[in-house]
């Protein structure tokens, strides 16, 4: 028979418990006792449990953030190989500062040293915001998605803030023609190749570094081929259609045989060969490029300039902002992904235009001074 409490049932002049809490059956025959009596040992059996679950979370919150970052890592490894790398370079550099914090403690005033030495070392507020970005990841994944005996990792993921980068941002510097010949000339020959296509094309780092033959497509009525970057590897998300002016086609000509993927590859001696074999780019600001910009005064200059420079001179040939966009990437309402002929022809030829253009970047720069 029932009691005025649920879960305390009388039978005859015995009392039994018999509830569920919280995923838990409690189960008790408690004799002849009084319903006061039951309902306080129901209440101190309820405190139990619930102490127990508290405790089972904190061991969560008490684990390590290196753990967490660890779990991360091996979930990144289904990944594009370079994106994964950037992620181990960011786990890398926040190893020091919060890799022995327990998961608990991850919040924006741990990470402040982590942040004081980066900026220390120059780096900018976008820079530091791709790192933190690794952070904020994993707590919200050890809140939300990992779990150990059914509890998550974490009771609840902190804020962790990004910093503001309009404070500090760097405005984009299109190199002129004479600082492009003084450049090239100090960069190593697999660098040359890749600099001077994204000053062609106005293609992403990312893009360049990543060209698979795969995305090859013939174009017969142009007389070359363009490149399709998939929207898995495209910023925006969208398939972009990467089309090639003289120049640039130029570099894929002399690229092909090198390697059975990707375009553009570098030279990095192995262990088990004498004579050295290409891999592809992680990236084109590697040492070398940043060695060769400094030898030439270039030290402000970033890879992403080139593509700034592109867009720059494509604005200097008076190429209309429609072709522009198309040729750059940018996204647009109604924009198609898939040329006809005659538009990849007009794309082509505007792309070509930037070949002629002159140093009026220069000149502005001096008027401006």
């Given amino acids: ?107 924006n005033e741990a990470l402040e040293g982590f942040i004081a030495d980066r900026r220390k070392a120059g780096a900018k507020n976008s820079t530091i915001n791709r790192t933190l970005e690794v952070v904020r990841t994993t707590v919200l994944r050890a809140s939300r998605v990992w779990r150990d005996n059914g509890k998550f990792w974490l009771r609840s993921a902190p804020l962790i803030e990004m910093l503001d980068e309009r404070t500090n941002k760097r405005e984009p510097y299109p190199i002129t023609w004479a600082e492009q010949a003084r450049l090239l000339t100090r960069l190593p020959a697999h660098l040359q190749a890749t600099v001077e296509f994204s000053l062609n094309t106005g293609a992403r780092d990312s893009n360049v570094c990543g060209l698979q033959w795969s995305w090859e497509v013939p174009v017969p009525e142009i007389g070359r081929s363009v490149f399709v970057v998939p929207e898995s590897e495209f910023k925006s998300g969208r398939k972009h259609v990467l089309v090639l002016n003289d120049v640039a086609w130029g570099i894929v000509e002399r690229q092909r045989g090198k390697h059975d993927t990707n375009v553009f590859t570098c030279l990095h001696p192995t262990a088990r060969k004498k004579k050295p074999s290409p891999k592809p780019f992680a990236g084109q600001n590697n040492s070398a490029w940043q060695k060769a910009r400094c030898a030439v005064g270039l030290e402000h200059v970033r890879v992403h300039d080139l593509r700034h420079t592109f867009g720059q001179r494509l604005r200097e040939a008076g190429v209309p902002e429609e072709d522009r966009d198309l040729l750059m990437g940018h996204a647009r309402q109604g924009m198609s992904q898939h040329y006809a002929t005659a538009t990849l022809r007009r794309l082509l030829d505007a792309a070509n235009s930037v070949t002629r253009t002159t140093d009026r970047t220069t000149l502005l720069r001096v008027v401006n001074g």
């Fill in 1 to 107: 028979m029932r009691t005025r409490t649920k879960g305390i049932l009388l039978e005859g002049s015995e009392r039994v418990v018999n509830k569920q809490h919280k995923g838990q059956r409690i189960f008790q025959r408690l004799g002849e006792v009084s319903q006061d009596d039951a309902e306080a040992w129901l209440r101190g059996r309820q405190a139990e449990i619930d102490a127990a679950a508290v405790d089972a979370l904190r061991k969560g919150d008490d684990r390590l953030w290196r753990a967490a970052a660890a779990k991360y890592l091996t979930e990144c490894k289904t990944r594009e190989s370079r994106t994964l790398s950037m992620i181990s370079r960011h786990v890398t550099d926040l190893l020091p500062y919060i890799g022995d914090l327990p998961m608990r403690d991850i919040c």
